[in-house]
């Protein structure tokens, strides 16, 4: 054996000036934190050596350098530098005794540690760095009880570290998991684990820690920092407590994301993410508590209410101001700015009005609600991340006048609902539709403006019976899409559309609007006048893109303005009306007690 001292350097990364409670958060991140890297130098005793095969107890004298292989006094394997082309640096595998892997530097074509089928509560992996391996740092499978502390996984080819099937109530600790190609450090079919302390820094392609399908789950104190897809991800795994993470990302994917999981609790975490803080899907039973959301906040993003009935959220913070999750709130006025965002479940006759007129605020989202009114509002958010300004799920009779979305992927999010008025918006520059309706029938669209959405203005899907009059579509599909015009009607019939605006939509000469469903009429019957459109001839009926040679047979030559019906001509009519009605009831009176004298 060759002994060599070799000065490792070993990073201890750190998120220093991260962005604190108190700090506002407007536009980017980036300006409000600075990742610094400090270097400790430790000169170790390595011995170069090949790879370490344990296959039986027996092989633990063959390498350990002190120890017997009780609890008390286990194999000590350390101070190794492997780098090999083997698949596996140091491999174990059907082990009773108890052992130590520490203070090693391992790299391989395959796995820098493999533990496979290793007695429980035998095996303790401290202080090693498993880099730039062409599959996993740390890898376990059929081996309980394990303590994986204090690692540095970077640069491998997939995961830093991965339990797999039956590694329940081990834990991993005190670990720097960065620049993994496949994430930080993920759990698989594993009970009763505790993640904590750990370090997880721009893992790509997956998270920066996953648990799937590992229920009763611990997951506290982690720093996680620009992982690709989520900084912790909880799918599947019940009974699963998150707590005191800090979980930060600037890019397009959430902090903390919970799915498929029922009875998890996410408590005192900090989550700056642009597109979800904390995301939710398909949970119920879940407790959201005193965590403080940075950027884009808490997205339910499922459409089924009722996984969310018994759920407890509270004391939480969207951008420094109140998260509003309510449930069964009856006859409430939202009238006093506090909120950072709203989310209504089970509402009746609700006013929301006045509330942030900030890029801090996130949007209000309505499941099963009736009579709510959105009125009066500015909705301008800081990027096109942010799902949607307004979001309405299985609900009716809800009206959104006179209100601005700005900048969001969706301005407004309209599914499973009937009998919504949306008036009098303002609907621009949004990342994906303006207003998007989903199996949402006798659905009103009056006197909007939707422009310069980038794909597309308004877009039905499944919706029957509506009303689109009246409205401006200017200039949506400004980077020529395929497919995205002014207005798409998909599978949606006996809809009426006229009196709109459409101008420089599809600017690749297509038609500005599509339809795909049957038996719409693109014109008023009473007046036979149809929808202006700035592409049109003028002489020819206007060819809407269809399967079946749809056409707007009265085009306008100029543009329709939309005025109110004149309020005196209302109150001018009931005076009119009033004096015939109290007649007529006053001769019904006399003649009733003429008969009855």
Excluded at 71 to 92: C, G
Excluded at 138 to 150: F, N, P, R
Aim: charged content about 15%; glycine content about 6%; aromatic content about 12%.
């Amino acid at each position: 054996m060759l002994f060599l001292i070799i000065p490792i350097y070993h990073y201890q990364e750190v998120a220093s000036n991260v962005p604190s409670l108190k700090q506002e958060h407007r536009g980017n991140y980036s300006s409000n934190y600075v990742l610094s890297i400090k270097q400790k130098e430790y000169n170790i005793n390595y011995i170069s050596h090949s790879s370490i095969q344990i296959l039986t107890d027996n092989d633990f004298g063959n390498f350990s350098s002190s120890g017997i292989g009780t609890h008390y006094d286990p194999f000590i394997i350390e101070n190794y530098n492997i780098t090999t082309n083997d698949a596996r640096a140091i491999n174990v595998v059907n082990t009773t005794r108890y052992f130590v892997i520490r203070n090693c530097l391992l790299c391989s074509s395959g796995f820098g540690i493999y533990l496979f089928n290793v007695s429980a509560g035998t095996c303790v992996v401290e202080n090693n760095i498993c880099s730039n391996t062409n599959h996993i740092g740390i890898w376990g499978k059929y081996s309980k009880e394990l303590s994986i502390t204090s690692n540095t996984c970077s640069r491998n080819h997939f995961n830093g570290i991965l339990l797999k099937e039956g590694c329940n109530y081990s834990t991993i600790t005190n670990n720097i998991c960065k620049h993994n190609l496949q994430g930080g450090i993920i759990v698989e079919h594993s009970l009763n684990c505790q993640i904590a302390d750990n370090i997880l820094i721009e893992n790509s392609y997956s998270n920066g820690i996953e648990i799937y399908y590992s229920h009763n789950s611990i997951i506290r104190n982690n720093t996680c920092i620009n992982n690709e897809l989520a900084g912790i991800m909880c799918s599947y795994s019940n009974f699963a407590i998150i707590d005191q993470n800090y979980a930060y990302s600037e890019n397009d994917c959430s902090g903390i994301a919970i799915g498929n999981s029922i009875s998890v609790s996410v408590l005192n975490n900090t989550s700056t993410s642009e597109r979800d803080s904390l995301s939710v899907h398909q949970s119920p039973e879940i407790k959201i508590s005193y965590n403080h959301l940075f950027g884009s906040g808490l997205e339910i993003a499922d459409d089924y209410y009722e996984n969310y009935i018994d759920s407890v959220v509270c004391g939480n913070f969207v951008n420094n101001y109140k998260l509003g999750f309510f449930l069964n709130l009856k006859r409430f006025n939202f009238d006093e700015p506090i909120y950072g965002q709203i989310i209504i479940i089970n509402g009746y006759k609700i006013k929301i009005r006045n509330q942030l007129n900030t890029a801090e605020f996130c949007g209000i989202a309505l499941f099963n609600c009736e009579k709510v009114t959105i009125s009066n509002l500015k909705l301008i958010s800081y990027n096109y991340i942010n799902r949607y300004a307004i979001r309405i799920v299985s609900s009716k009779n809800i009206d959104v006048i006179n209100t601005i979305c700005i900048n969001w992927i969706k301005g407004i999010d309209l599914q499973d609902s009937e009998d919504i008025l949306i008036k009098s918006n303002l609907i621009e520059n949004n990342s994906f539709c303006g207003i998007w309706i989903i199996e949402s029938n006798r659905t009103s669209l009056v006197n909007n403006t939707c422009r310069e959405n980038q794909f597309g203005g308004i877009y039905l899907i499944y919706s029957d019976e509506c009303k689109i009059k009246y409205n401006n579509i200017i200039n949506n599909n400004h980077y020529d899409y395929t497919g995205y015009p002014g207005l798409r009607l998909d599978f949606s019939d006996y809809n009426i559309i006229h009196h709109n605006n459409f101008i420089d939509n599809q600017l690749d000469g297509s038609p500005q609007a599509m339809d795909f469903g049957i038996n719409n009429t693109w014109f008023e019957e009473s007046t036979k006048e149809g929808n202006y459109y700035s592409d049109w001839s003028g002489s020819e009926p206007y060819s809407i893109l269809s399967w079946t040679n749809v056409t707007d047979p009265y085009p306008l030559a100029e543009p329709t303005i939309y005025t109110e019906p004149p309020i005196f001509a209302i109150g001018f009519s009931v005076i009119l009306i009033l004096p015939i009605i109290v007649t007529s009831i006053v001769q019904l009176v006399l003649k009733r007690k003429k008969i009855v004298g």
